[in-house]
């Protein structure tokens, strides 16, 4: 695990998933498997390689699961070892499981990403930290946070991930106006889900960011927005003005996975890089 100056994350795990019902009626979007792995696993693995030391799940009364997912669990444990099935109890409690600080709070009403974000408020201690959306699965080296950890390394601000929309998906999206500054993207203005006329450009925000602290006053100060939600793209429209923000295109592959497509996307990608189920895949 590297060492580095970004040492918290929040991930907002609150939303309803309501694109995924039913299942996500008693399972979590981001406990989703690629194949065996959930969606949420590849989020946390992806922190950790940026140095993070404390992931902030902010979660809902139906998201049990993760923090059941990101415990210890002795009896299943004690079983495989029994069966002389040590390398199962790796897959199932890798190291970084004792390293990490999780911690859980929830989010009462789903009213928003900002307000979801607000609610981590009280345990950041830093004065940057990194926001992971984990039905954005990002498949990538570096990993994805890492990429914008680089630029927060070289400016101090706070970084958006950004990747270039096409004319049909601007209108789902915070869409970014900026300006290129020695080889970085100085973010000037954002607009939440502009029709394609209005669209500053076709950089697009997706789940990774690096933000200020100073995002919970901004985020405290917005009032709800579209769909009566406190929305995070609002507050760092606010940010923006009071200090330097910056974007950078991601190099990986990138799968919605809060939707159907990309969700099938993700697992046929990650199949036909696993050499038994190619033939499957090219069936
Ligand atoms: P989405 O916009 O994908 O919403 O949220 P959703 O509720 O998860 O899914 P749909 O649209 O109903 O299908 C983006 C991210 O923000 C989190 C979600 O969990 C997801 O990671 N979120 C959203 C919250 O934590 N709380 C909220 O109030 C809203």
Known sequence: MSKSNLKQAVFPVAGLGSRFLP???????????IIDKP??????????????????????HTKKAIEDYF??????????????????VEIIHPKYLDEIKFSFIRQSEPNGLGHAILQ??????????????????????????????????????????VFSASENQ???????????????EKVDGIVEKPKPADAP????????????????????????????EIQLTDAIQDLILNEDVFALEFEGRRFDCGSKEGYISAIIDRASSIDKFKSIIEK
Do not use: W
């Not at 696993?41 to 902010?58: N, S």
């Open 23 to 33: 299942v996500t009626k008693s399972i979590p979007k981001e406990m989703l498997p």
């Open 39 to 60: 969606l949420i696993q590849f989020a946390v693995e992806e922190a950790i390689e940026a140095g993070i030391e404390e992931i902030i799940f902010v979660t809902s």
């Open 71 to 88: 415990s210890m669990n002795y009896e299943l444990e004690h079983r495989l070892k029994d069966a002389g099935k040590s390398e199962v």
């Open 120 to 161: 981590a408020k009280h345990i950041i201690t830093d004065d940057f930290f990194g926001i992971i959306l984990a039905d954005d699965l990002i498949l990538s080296e570096p990993g994805c946070l890492k990429q914008l950890l680089e630029i927060h390394e070289k400016t101090q601000s706070s970084v958006l991930g």
């Open 170 to 184: 601007v209108s789902n999206y915070g869409v970014i106006s900026s300006k290129n500054i020695d080889g970085v």
């Open 201 to 228: 450009s076709n950089l697009a925000v997706f789940g990774r960011y690096i933000l200020s602290k100073n995002i919970f006053l901004n985020i405290e100060q917005t009032k709800p927005g579209l769909n009566n």
